[in-house]
């Protein structure tokens, strides 16, 4: 069986959906700034598999790319695909800006648990997954012994909170590195806590919103308590900026994805460990993609179908996820018998996928990064209490769906 889905993993890049060969250009928007080498190799085999086809593959900040690309569509100017954040798939399938995508029984079979249902709506798939992270906790281990503890596994939060009280009591540094600048990884640290408390944002099957939970309460509070061991003024900072506190040697720890280890100076002796769970729930993590969307009404849908499927197919995803330090977005290890993630380290990534929670599918996902964010700052700033913030963020959240 091994052997026969090798073959299809394969092959599956070379597989296309019989596009008419004429002379054309897919216009692609590829969120984050830069088109990452194992997507220009795709994009050269395209161009060479159809002889006249150009890919205009532009590259565009995380900051504007996703504003744009609905502007353009919105305004009858669509690009053929884009590589956005997931969480907007679900308003953009809704405003009927994107068409669906078919993603076969064998293939929806070799995803990680839990990816699916970040690109998943009304029984439609409305992207194809293309980059997948979970979240663990960086800790800086000469910060943590100058303090005078062991650098070990904090399991709770508890522990989590007296590591980096004693991090910032004892050492120039702050405990630990929070985010709470309104930025879409600021809501998604929180989900990291969240998930890791046996919370959740919203019932995907009935659309009820579970965010006004003890759970949530629970977890806001805790956002609050951590503020008061975390580096000055939170609300400044979204996660990348963390990592630069970190290689600096101004937090202890900070939560990060799997490429924070490559990202981190080579001197600070480090160790990565699972989110610590809080006092409801057990360790977790987010679990979280971003998608090739193909738009609708483009100069050519069927290129952009076929370009976007071998995107995310077969070798150029792997290579992809490996070059880049993704968690594994496919189960690689049904497919071939030699993976990057087998060590003790990129278990940490892998592991809590089984207990990881989705990112929410909301119609107007800004909406709901608002009232998530609303509440971390208002905790932060000292605006209301945990479980008037969370009932507010609920009113917030349900005005989304």
């Given at each position: 069986m091994?052997n026969?889905?090798?073959a299809?993993?394969?092959?599956?890049i070379?597989?296309?959906?019989?596009?008419?060969?004429?002379?054309?250009?897919?216009?692609?928007?590829?969120?984050?700034?830069?088109?990452?080498?194992?997507?220009?190799?795709?994009?050269?085999?395209?161009?060479?598999?159809?002889?006249?086809?150009?890919v205009?593959?532009?590259?565009?900040?995380?900051?504007t790319?996703?504003?744009?690309?609905?502007?353009?569509?919105?305004?009858?100017?669509p690009?053929?695909?884009?590589?956005?954040?997931?969480?907007?798939?679900?308003?953009?399938g809704?405003?009927?800006?994107?068409?669906?995508?078919?993603?076969?029984?064998?293939?929806?079979?070799?995803?990680?648990?839990g990816?699916?249902?970040?690109?998943?709506d009304?029984?439609?798939?409305?992207?194809?997954?293309?980059?997948?992270?979970?979240?663990?906790?960086?800790?800086?281990?000469?910060?943590?012994?100058?303090?005078?503890?062991a650098?070990?596994?904090?399991?709770?939060?508890?522990?989590?909170y007296?590591?980096?009280?004693?991090?910032?009591d004892?050492?120039?540094?702050?405990?630990?590195?929070?985010?709470?600048?309104?930025?879409?990884?600021?809501?998604?640290?929180?989900?990291?806590?969240?998930?890791?408390?046996?919370?959740?944002?919203?019932n995907?099957?009935?659309?009820?919103i579970?965010f006004?939970?003890?759970?949530?309460?629970?977890?806001?509070?805790?956002?609050?308590?951590?503020?008061?061991?975390?580096?000055e003024?939170?609300?400044?900072?979204?996660?990348g900026?963390?990592?630069?506190?970190?290689?600096d040697?101004?937090?202890?720890?900070?939560?990060?994805?799997?490429?924070?280890?490559?990202?981190?100076?080579?001197?600070?002796?480090?160790i990565?460990?699972?989110?610590?769970?809080?006092?409801?729930?057990?360790?977790?993590?987010?679990?979280?993609t971003?998608?090739?969307?193909?738009?609708?009404?483009?100069?050519?849908?069927?290129?952009?179908?076929?370009l976007?499927?071998?995107?995310?197919?077969?070798?150029?995803?792997?290579?992809l996820?490996?070059?880049?330090?993704?968690?594994?977005?496919?189960?690689?290890?049904?497919m071939?018998?030699?993976?990057?993630?087998?060590?003790?380290?990129?278990?940490?990534?892998?592991?809590?996928?089984?207990?990881?929670?989705?990112?929410?599918?909301?119609?107007?996902?800004?909406?709901?990064?608002?009232?998530?964010?609303?509440?971390?700052?208002?905790?932060?700033?000292?605006?209301?209490?945990?479980?008037?913030?969370?009932?507010?963020?609920?009113?917030?959240?349900?005005?989304?769906?």
């Amino acid at each position: 069986m091994k052997n026969i889905k090798k073959a299809l993993f394969l092959a599956l890049i070379g597989a296309g959906f019989m596009a008419p060969v004429h002379a054309a250009e897919v216009h692609a928007i590829i969120c984050g700034g830069e088109i990452r080498p194992a997507d220009q190799v795709v994009f050269d085999a395209f161009e060479a598999k159809y002889p006249g086809v150009t890919v205009n593959a532009e590259a565009v900040p995380w900051g504007t790319c996703q504003d744009k690309s609905m502007t353009l569509a919105a305004a009858g100017d669509p690009v053929g695909l884009a590589y956005i954040g997931s969480r907007t798939l679900k308003q953009l399938g809704r405003s009927g800006l994107i068409v669906p995508v078919d993603i076969s029984d064998e293939m929806q079979a070799l995803y990680q648990p839990g990816v699916l249902a970040t690109v998943s709506d009304g029984g439609q798939f409305w992207g194809y997954p293309h980059a997948f992270s979970t979240k663990a906790l960086f800790i800086n281990c000469g910060l943590v012994e100058a303090a005078g503890e062991a650098c070990v596994a904090p399991r709770t939060w508890e522990g989590l909170y007296n590591m980096a009280k004693a991090v910032n009591d004892n050492t120039s540094a702050a405990g630990i590195g929070l985010a709470a600048k309104d930025f879409d990884n600021t809501m998604h640290q929180f989900l990291n806590y969240l998930y890791s408390n046996g919370g959740s944002v919203s019932n995907a099957d009935t659309g009820e919103i579970t965010f006004n939970s003890p759970e949530a309460v629970e977890t806001l509070a805790f956002i609050g308590k951590l503020a008061g061991v975390a580096q000055e003024g939170p609300s400044g900072y979204e996660r990348g900026q963390l990592t630069q506190l970190y290689n600096d040697g101004l937090i202890g720890m900070y939560i990060n994805g799997p490429w924070g280890g490559g990202q981190h100076n080579a001197n600070i002796a480090e160790i990565v460990v699972p989110v610590p769970a809080g006092p409801s729930g057990e360790s977790g993590t987010l679990l979280i993609t971003d998608s090739m969307a193909v738009f609708k009404g483009s100069a050519d849908e069927a290129l952009a179908m076929e370009l976007a499927q071998m995107m995310t197919s077969g070798e150029a995803q792997y290579d992809l996820d490996k070059s880049w330090g993704l968690t594994p977005i496919l189960q690689y290890d049904k497919m071939r018998d030699d993976v990057y993630y087998s060590t003790d380290y990129w278990q940490t990534f892998v592991e809590p996928i089984g207990r990881g929670g989705p990112e929410p599918m909301f119609e107007d996902f800004k909406a709901l990064q608002a009232g998530i964010n609303g509440a971390i700052q208002g905790i932060i700033l000292g605006d209301g209490s945990a479980a008037d913030l969370v009932a507010e963020a609920a009113e917030t959240l349900a005005e989304g769906l």
